[in-house]
Every structure is written in structure tokens, then in C-alpha cells.
């Protein structure tokens, strides 16, 4: 299946989840805001959102700073 993250291709296996989409690419621990298809995912179904070919996320992390 093809997605695009964050403007760029990416092949994952078909019923991928965000939650596995967000361990593989290397963001599992991270607080982060995901949109899919220009609408954002709550955390509380990141494990239940299954991802379908052609969608376009974007996963934001938040870099704390002073």
C-alpha cells in the first residue's frame, strides 16, 4: 500500500495503523499530532485508524525550547 508522510512516499503493508505507522517510523514514545487527509487523528484512536492506500499523513512533533 502507498501513503505519503510528511510529503514523501512510503510503502506500509496493507491495514497498517497509525499507532504501527507511528513506530516505524521511529516516532512510538513521541507526543505528536497526526492528520490524515487533512483531518487530525485523536491519540485515543490512533490504534484504530487504519490507514488506506493513497492517504497523505502528516505526523507533527512538538520540540519544547527556552
Request: overall charge negative.
Amino acid at each position: 500500500m502507498h501513503i505519503t508522510l510528511n510529503g514523501s512516499p512510503r510503502d506500509c503493508a496493507p491495514a497498517t495503523t497509525v499507532t504501527q505507522l507511528l513506530e516505524e517510523a521511529g516516532y512510538g514514545q513521541r507526543r505528536v499530532a497526526v492528520e490524515v487527509n487533512h483531518e487530525i487523528v485523536p491519540r485515543s484512536l490512533h490504534a484504530s485508524h487504519v490507514l488506506g492506500d493513497g492517504d497523505r499523513v502528516e505526523i507533527v512533533h512538538a520540540i519544547g525550547g527556552g
